[in-house]
């Protein structure tokens, strides 16, 4: 059955892929049928109302870069003919019920076609009332939705993964603030990257107010945070506190983590960037390979580490003995850009 994921315009990877790793962590089979500009559709293989509860219950709940879900009622080209064809043919079981009302939106990413959007709703709106359905534009049963990027993918609506929580969690909402955080959607994101499941064991040798710590205490692991300041480890507890969660906090060096080896599920982290880095352990360079080798030594094998920072942390990750899987880089201004890398743990 297929799928798609509305997508993000926020990076041009980092949706996707933190799609792909829901739905691994999830352990759903599945494999990608159609990537287009802010649209994922895959195919998931199951018994669909597993599929769907898993979809609507759990994932939509975890994702962070993806706007909505959409169950795939079939992918065309981008004409009217192609679309409208699409609408006239589809058979409704298992998209609307007997008696079910519906809306049909139209969305237009970027300037990939120059479809009328209005247009199409109407005339697919005709083809799906021509099939016994009654339009209600207040509250209908279903939403059908036509996303137009570089091919037309139309489906109904699953679920929306609820973007105003992630907004509501800006630093500067919370308890206590300090400048250098990434906003929650990225830090959930590269939580989603590490694979984390509920009840496993997660840390950030680095934590500093705690901003990735909340993302992945909220998708229910146990989380551990280690600062070198005593002043944002005390802040830290106040934002873990206010979202009620499992943790542990410790003052201490990313260089010298007071973990036994082999007992991380997984990892995400910000180390200091530029000159900041020298808080402790003396250059960049010593902070990054020591701290790379301690998070090797602590992962379990097969363990997944996220490490954000503005140079390449990849040959400090090798050194260390970690496999570099994925790297992204996110221009976030004029004189900031992100390197994201992410690391395994060899078996
Ligand atoms: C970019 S900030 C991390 C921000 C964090 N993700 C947050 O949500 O606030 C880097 C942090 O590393 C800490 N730090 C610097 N050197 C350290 C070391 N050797 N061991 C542990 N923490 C260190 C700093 O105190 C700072 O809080």
Redesign the pocket.
């Known amino acids: 059955m297929l799928y798609a994921f509305e997508l993000s315009g926020e990076h041009e990877e980092l949706p996707a892929a933190e799609v792909l790793a829901c739905l691994k962590t999830e352990g759903l089979e599945f494999r990608s049928h159609v990537r287009v500009d802010q649209c994922l559709v895959v195919d998931i293989a199951g018994r669909e109302e597993e599929i769907e509860r898993s979809l609507t219950v759990i994932i939509s709940e975890r994702l962070a870069m993806t706007h909505h879900i959409l169950k795939v009622v079939g992918t065309v080209e981008n004409s009217p003919e192609a679309v409208l064809g699409l609408a006239e043919a589809f058979p409704p079981a298992g998209y609307i019920r007997e008696g079910e009302s519906f809306l049909v939106r139209a969305k237009r990413v970027k300037h990939h076609v120059d479809l009328p959007c209005e247009y199409l709703e109407e005339k697919i709106g005709g083809c799906i009332y021509r099939k016994g359905f009654r339009a209600n534009l207040k509250s209908p049963d279903v939403e059908f939705r036509l996303i137009l990027s570089e091919k037309a993918i139309f489906g109904t609506l699953l679920s929306s993964v609820d973007r105003g929580a992630y907004e509501a969690r800006t630093p500067q909402n919370k308890p206590f603030f300090?400048p250098?955080?990434?906003m929650p959607r990225v830090?959930r994101a590269l939580t989603n990257l590490s694979g984390i499941k509920p009840g496993e064991l997660f840390l950030?040798?680095?934590?500093?107010?705690?901003?990735?710590?909340v993302e992945a205490g909220l998708v229910g692991a146990r989380v551990i945070g280690?600062?070198?300041?005593e002043k944002?480890v005390l802040g830290a507890h106040m934002n873990l506190e206010a979202y009620e969660l499992d943790y542990l906090l410790m003052v201490?060096?990313?260089?010298r983590i007071p973990l036994k080896s082999s007992t991380i599920d997984a990892v995400v982290?910000?180390?200091?960037?530029g000159r900041?880095?020298a808080?402790?352990?003396g250059s960049f360079e010593e902070?990054y390979s020591s701290?790379l080798l301690e998070i090797q030594r602590v992962l379990k094998p097969g363990g997944i580490a996220v490490v954000v920072s503005d140079k390449a942390s990849f040959e400090y990750g090798e050194k260390a003995g970690l496999k570099v899987l994925e790297t992204y880089v996110q221009r976030v201004h004029r004189s900031l850009t992100r390197i994201i890398t992410v690391f395994q743990k060899k078996d």
């Not at 950030?204 to 710590?213: C, K, R, V």
């Open positions: 300090h250098g955080v990434l830090a950030d040798p680095f934590s500093g107010t705690a901003g990735i710590l280690i600062d070198a300041q944002l201490g060096d990313a260089c982290t910000d180390p200091p960037y900041s880095a808080i402790l352990g902070l701290a």
